[in-house]
């Protein structure tokens, strides 16, 4: 059935259609439509849920962890000062193995409140442990929502996810999408085993003083499932695919066979990206896109082309473009833009622009010092 | 999978006696089994069997039970050694 | 309150049950020990744990073991009463109704950083029991002011004595009109131990408090913790009530001073204390003034009543 509607509620149907026992949920701009969506499908009945109106995005990550760690599955959204305000319960759903599934509207940082598309704070998180997916439309919202479930509760896996796109962008414009009856989404979904449960019959405690050691092998045995995600993400991308006639994996290559170039970008910029190219292919211009989907784990090994143009719509101060610097040493000559940030628009036409500086050996915050 | 996963276990710290200095010491021609000494031991370290007995493998000698007897019947001894 | 055709409970009769296993980590003398071992004799088996950071995160000993014989979640310092309402939604949706999530906290948790998410809670109607035992300042972390430690008590943090009061957590959670508040005090094994029944049979947020007197922190010898509770009773320092419903009650030896029984000098507690060692007779008359203030608050209540 197709379905037009904002990222917002795709995504509040996609969670909905994944069953989660538990949402805990708070408020924030430009996040709020979903879990308003999702408050309603509870109190209508037609989502068989607890619901916990939270008074924090810290405490809706506590219950979210506490829930999941009870046996739950569970679902929250948030959005910039939410996530950040959860960062530390971040860290402890990765270090725990609990398969939360977020969406996290990507939104700027204040001061000053800005409500618009920014990448920095999802990309802050980036070594809690979670999984990170990055959505360029409706469509890859929703499938990556269902898809996110099935990766994080992989037993050889059990790491939290969190599916991030665009403030405003994608969050609140409709688009077509196709969603799958949901006897399909069973079918591809099984119902959540746990790694770890608090039970009364056998009752273990999580999380008392860890001695050095045992600490740094429960981070290897993280990093060693983080690593593994790889293999499983792009397995179970397959196994979509092959379902729903879509197929996912850790990165997306257009137009890459003969490129001399190759545009990296993340989220609605890459989809801008994707007309800049068929633009520049038009023009002649051998150029391809390469969509990064997830942030992590990082697929390094997908981003091996030679001359690549990144562009960040996020800032490590004192550093550069978060992207740009996880990739400077894959290819011979790798060109970097930060742009847009705080909702600044890019088009198709700037992305051609910064092509031609990389072209003329150009880089640098576009249009602040190259345009 | 590892993570920060424990097991109940009888002496998760070890045989906490050695942190002893002095050593509770009932004398139970006094002992009236009012069972103070039991419920106030913060290490459970007092058994109810016919009478109280000292678990002195765990028994970290800090004399409450002696405090809160009422008959006076437990004596706080230094260790030997 | 008093079960079984208006016997008091006594020690004798509370149950063998330990859930709490010898060899853990608290110093020797560990208030908490004692209140988490009478707390679990009630609430029994099907209890699940909450523990955010204080010092019972470090008495469940070290990884892979633990001296807790419940499943207990640790948890981040603010977070316990966010995660309680995590584990009674899964409880509920899981089908598991006779299982009761209870979050064991200490002050600086409660009081302070723990508050915003303990009147979350408590305010969304979570079903569970709160406890709090409060030994008025961070123990775990080597003795520092908490908004629980009363005025002029030395700390790591006050080392002329802390300037203000206390704060009454207690009654800050009784203005979130939940069913159950009562506060106790290790010394009465018998009141804690059917208060914490009382609580159990309950449905929704209950509130316990159980003040705990902490030996190396309040500079006392290890032997006189239950003495130290006692006395903070007779004194009037700390208070035993319950309120159910909204009803106050006050209960044992509090509810006596109430019917007129005159409170023991508060310079008796003090001067047992090393942390009050430094104070001078004016801070002394600060502090009777402000015990006298806060039962002339207490008798108003307790007279309007009656």
């Given at each position: 059935m197709i379905i037009v509607d904002t990222a917002n509620h795709i995504a509040a149907l996609a969670a909905k259609m994944a069953k989660p026992h538990v949402i805990a949920a708070y408020p924030i701009t430009p996040q709020t439509t979903i879990v308003e969506r999702l408050a309603e499908y509870v109190e209508k009945g037609e989502l068989n849920a607890e619901y916990i109106r939270v008074e924090s995005e810290h405490s809706a990550m506590a219950a979210c962890i506490a829930a999941a760690a009870t046996g739950a599955r569970t679902f929250?959204?948030?959005?910039?000062?939410?996530?950040?305000?959860?960062?530390?319960?971040?860290?402890?759903?990765?270090?725990?193995?609990?398969?939360?599934?977020?969406?996290?509207?990507?939104?700027?940082?204040?001061?000053?409140?800005?409500?618009?598309?920014?990448?920095?704070?999802?990309?802050?998180?980036?070594?809690?442990g979670w999984i990170q997916f990055y959505a360029s439309s409706n469509q890859e919202v929703f499938d990556s929502v269902i898809q996110a479930y099935k990766i994080a509760e992989n037993e050889e896996i059990l790491l939290p996810a969190m599916v991030s796109y665009d403030g405003f962008i994608l969050s609140h414009t409709s688009m077509p999408v196709e969603v799958p009856e949901q006897s399909k989404i069973d079918e591809f979904l099984p119902d959540f085993k746990p790694g770890w449960i608090l039970d009364v019959e056998n009752p273990i405690t999580h999380g008392n003083i860890v001695p050095p050691e045992p600490y740094m092998e429960i981070r290897y045995s993280m990093q060693k499932a983080m690593e593994k995600a790889k293999k499983v993400i792009e397995e179970i991308g397959e196994e979509y695919g092959k379902k729903f006639g879509r197929e996912?994996?850790?990165?997306?290559?257009?137009?890459?066979?003969?490129?001399?170039?190759?545009?990296?970008?993340?989220?609605?910029?890459?989809?801008?990206?994707?007309?800049?190219?068929?633009?520049?292919?038009?023009?002649?211009?051998?150029?391809?896109?390469?969509?990064?989907?997830?942030?992590?784990?990082?697929?390094?090994?997908?981003?091996?082309?030679?001359?690549?143009?990144?562009?960040?719509?996020?800032?490590?101060?004192?550093l550069g473009g978060i992207v740009y610097n996880e990739i400077k040493g894959n290819g011979s000559e790798i060109y970097g833009f930060i742009a847009g940030l705080g909702g600044v628009d890019v088009s198709y036409k700037d992305i051609e622009r910064m092509y031609e500086l990389a072209k003329e050996g150009k880089e640098g915050w576009y249009p602040t010092e190259v345009k | 999978?590892?993570?920060?996963?424990?097991?109940?276990?009888?002496?998760?710290?070890?045989?906490?006696?050695?942190?002893?200095?002095?050593?509770?010491?009932?004398?139970?021609?006094?002992?009236?089994?009012?069972?103070?000494?039991?419920?106030?031991?913060?290490?459970?370290?007092?058994?109810?069997?016919?009478h109280p007995v000292i678990d002195y493998d765990y028994c970290k000698g800090c004399g409450i039970c002696s405090n809160v007897c009422p008959v006076n019947a437990i004596e706080m001894r230094r260790e030997e050694k | 309150?008093?079960?079984?055709?208006?016997?008091?409970?006594?020690?004798?009769?509370?149950?063998?049950?330990?859930?709490?296993?010898?060899?853990?980590?608290?110093?020797?003398?560990?208030?908490?020990?004692?209140?988490?071992?009478?707390?679990?004799?009630?609430?029994?088996?099907?209890?699940?744990?909450?523990?955010?950071?204080?010092?019972?995160?470090?008495?469940?000993?070290?990884?892979?073991?633990?001296?807790?014989?419940?499943?207990?979640?640790?948890?981040?310092?603010?977070?316990?009463?966010?995660?309680?309402?995590?584990?009674?939604?899964?409880?509920?949706?899981?089908?598991?109704?006779?299982?009761?999530?209870?979050?064991?906290?200490?002050?600086?948790?409660?009081?302070?950083?723990?508050?915003?998410?303990?009147?979350?809670a408590l305010e969304r109607g979570t079903d569970f029991i709160y406890i709090c035992y409060n030994n008025q300042m961070y123990s775990n972390t080597g003795i520092q002011r908490s908004g629980a430690t009363p005025y002029?008590?030395?700390?790591?943090?006050?080392?002329?004595?802390?300037?203000?009061?206390?704060?009454?957590?207690?009654?800050?959670?009784?203005?979130?009109?939940?069913p159950y508040v009562a506060t106790a005090t290790i010394a009465y094994p018998e009141d804690l131990y059917e208060k914490m029944k009382k609580a159990k049979e309950m449905k929704g947020p209950r509130y316990i408090e159980i003040l705990s007197p902490c030996p190396p922190g309040w500079r006392f010898d290890m032997s006189k913790t239950v003495e130290m509770s006692k006395l903070a009773v007779e004194t009037g320092a700390w208070v035993l009530y319950e309120v159910i419903n909204g009803e106050l009650k006050f209960t044992g030896y509090s509810k006596r001073i109430l019917e007129g029984k005159e409170r023991k000098p508060i310079e008796e507690w003090l001067k047992m204390q090393g942390r009050f060692r430094h104070l001078k007779p004016e801070d002394i008359e600060k502090i009777k003034q402000q015990l006298d203030e806060k039962w002339q608050h207490y008798k108003k209540i307790y007279g309007g009543k009656e």
């Amino acid at each position: 059935m197709i379905i037009v509607d904002t990222a917002n509620h795709i995504a509040a149907l996609a969670a909905k259609m994944a069953k989660p026992h538990v949402i805990a949920a708070y408020p924030i701009t430009p996040q709020t439509t979903i879990v308003e969506r999702l408050a309603e499908y509870v109190e209508k009945g037609e989502l068989n849920a607890e619901y916990i109106r939270v008074e924090s995005e810290h405490s809706a990550m506590a219950a979210c962890i506490a829930a999941a760690a009870t046996g739950a599955r569970t679902f929250t959204a948030t959005s910039s000062h939410g996530l950040l305000l959860m960062h530390e319960m971040l860290h402890w759903a990765g270090l725990a193995r609990l398969p939360v599934v977020m969406v996290n509207v990507n939104r700027a940082i204040g001061p000053g409140w800005n409500i618009w598309s920014d990448l920095n704070d999802s990309l802050a998180q980036r070594d809690t442990g979670w999984i990170q997916f990055y959505a360029s439309s409706n469509q890859e919202v929703f499938d990556s929502v269902i898809q996110a479930y099935k990766i994080a509760e992989n037993e050889e896996i059990l790491l939290p996810a969190m599916v991030s796109y665009d403030g405003f962008i994608l969050s609140h414009t409709s688009m077509p999408v196709e969603v799958p009856e949901q006897s399909k989404i069973d079918e591809f979904l099984p119902d959540f085993k746990p790694g770890w449960i608090l039970d009364v019959e056998n009752p273990i405690t999580h999380g008392n003083i860890v001695p050095p050691e045992p600490y740094m092998e429960i981070r290897y045995s993280m990093q060693k499932a983080m690593e593994k995600a790889k293999k499983v993400i792009e397995e179970i991308g397959e196994e979509y695919g092959k379902k729903f006639g879509r197929e996912y994996g850790l990165v997306e290559e257009y137009r890459c066979e003969d490129a001399d170039y190759v545009i990296v970008a993340m989220a609605a910029m890459a989809a801008e990206a994707k007309v800049a190219v068929d633009e520049l292919r038009q023009k002649g211009e051998k150029v391809g896109l390469l969509k990064l989907r997830t942030f992590r784990p990082f697929p390094h090994e997908r981003l091996k082309h030679d001359k690549m143009i990144v562009i960040d719509r996020d800032i490590c101060p004192g550093l550069g473009g978060i992207v740009y610097n996880e990739i400077k040493g894959n290819g011979s000559e790798i060109y970097g833009f930060i742009a847009g940030l705080g909702g600044v628009d890019v088009s198709y036409k700037d992305i051609e622009r910064m092509y031609e500086l990389a072209k003329e050996g150009k880089e640098g915050w576009y249009p602040t010092e190259v345009k | 999978m590892k993570t920060a996963i424990s097991i109940p276990t009888e002496g998760a710290m070890g045989k906490t006696g050695t942190w002893r200095v002095f050593h509770p010491v009932i004398d139970l021609n006094k002992c009236i089994k009012c069972w103070r000494c039991w419920i106030f031991c913060p290490d459970a370290a007092i058994d109810r069997n016919e009478h109280p007995v000292i678990d002195y493998d765990y028994c970290k000698g800090c004399g409450i039970c002696s405090n809160v007897c009422p008959v006076n019947a437990i004596e706080m001894r230094r260790e030997e050694k | 309150m008093v079960p079984n055709g208006g016997e008091i409970m006594a020690i004798k009769d509370l149950p063998m049950d330990e859930y709490i296993l010898k060899g853990h980590a608290a110093c020797p003398g560990c208030p908490a020990t004692i209140a988490l071992r009478i707390t679990l004799k009630a609430l029994g088996k099907k209890t699940i744990l909450i523990v955010p950071a204080c010092c019972s995160a470090v008495i469940q000993a070290l990884h892979p073991h633990t001296a807790f014989n419940v499943p207990t979640l640790n948890i981040a310092f603010e977070a316990s009463a966010a995660a309680a309402s995590g584990v009674a939604a899964a409880l509920k949706m899981l089908e598991k109704k006779d299982v009761l999530p209870v979050v064991w906290a200490g002050d600086g948790g409660s009081y302070d950083i723990g508050l915003q998410a303990l009147s979350g809670a408590l305010e969304r109607g979570t079903d569970f029991i709160y406890i709090c035992y409060n030994n008025q300042m961070y123990s775990n972390t080597g003795i520092q002011r908490s908004g629980a430690t009363p005025y002029g008590a030395w700390t790591t943090t006050t080392w002329t004595g802390k300037k203000e009061r206390q704060k009454e957590l207690a009654e800050i959670v009784m203005a979130h009109h939940i069913p159950y508040v009562a506060t106790a005090t290790i010394a009465y094994p018998e009141d804690l131990y059917e208060k914490m029944k009382k609580a159990k049979e309950m449905k929704g947020p209950r509130y316990i408090e159980i003040l705990s007197p902490c030996p190396p922190g309040w500079r006392f010898d290890m032997s006189k913790t239950v003495e130290m509770s006692k006395l903070a009773v007779e004194t009037g320092a700390w208070v035993l009530y319950e309120v159910i419903n909204g009803e106050l009650k006050f209960t044992g030896y509090s509810k006596r001073i109430l019917e007129g029984k005159e409170r023991k000098p508060i310079e008796e507690w003090l001067k047992m204390q090393g942390r009050f060692r430094h104070l001078k007779p004016e801070d002394i008359e600060k502090i009777k003034q402000q015990l006298d203030e806060k039962w002339q608050h207490y008798k108003k209540i307790y007279g309007g009543k009656e």
